[in-house]
Nanobody, 117 residues
Framework: QVQLVESGGGLVQAGGSLGLSCAYSGTFFHNNVMAWYRQAPEKRRESVAVITGGNVATYADFAKGRFTISRDNAKNTVYLQMNNLQPEDTGVYYC???????????WGQGTQVTVSS
């Protein structure tokens, strides 16, 4: 059974940092595209960062220069390091895996990130 489990969310002051982790089961995702998304209250879910099986990373404009996505296949984990967080970064952050052309096939349950001003 495929599982994605996020952790590392919490409450942080503006300007602070958080590191999120997404642990996945098995080796199925080692060569897969994986991503982080977020959803703020009353807003649509949006892409934050994507990393390919070859470790090529792309970022949403708001994440460039502040967030870093990485993966460690030996640990079956994808990471999102977030620096200089701002209140507008508040939301639930989700890990996603296995891009199917229009949508990711697998999603984690999400982890809450709250940034206070």
């Amino acid at each position: 059974q495929v599982q994605l489990v996020e952790s590392g969310g919490g409450l942080v002051q503006a300007g602070g940092s958080l590191g999120l982790s997404c642990a996945y089961s098995g080796t199925f995702f080692h060569n897969n595209v994986m991503a982080w998304y977020r959803q703020a209250p009353e807003k649509r879910r949006e892409s934050v960062a994507v990393i390919t099986g070859g470790n090529v990373a792309t970022y949403a404009d708001f994440a460039k220069g502040r967030f870093t996505i990485s993966r460690d296949n030996a640990k079956n984990t994808v990471y999102l390091q977030m620096n200089n967080l701002q209140p507008e970064d508040t939301g639930v952050y989700y890990c996603a895996a296995d891009w199917r052309g229009r949508e990711y096939a697998y999603w984690g349950q999400g982890t809450q990130v709250t940034v206070s001003s």
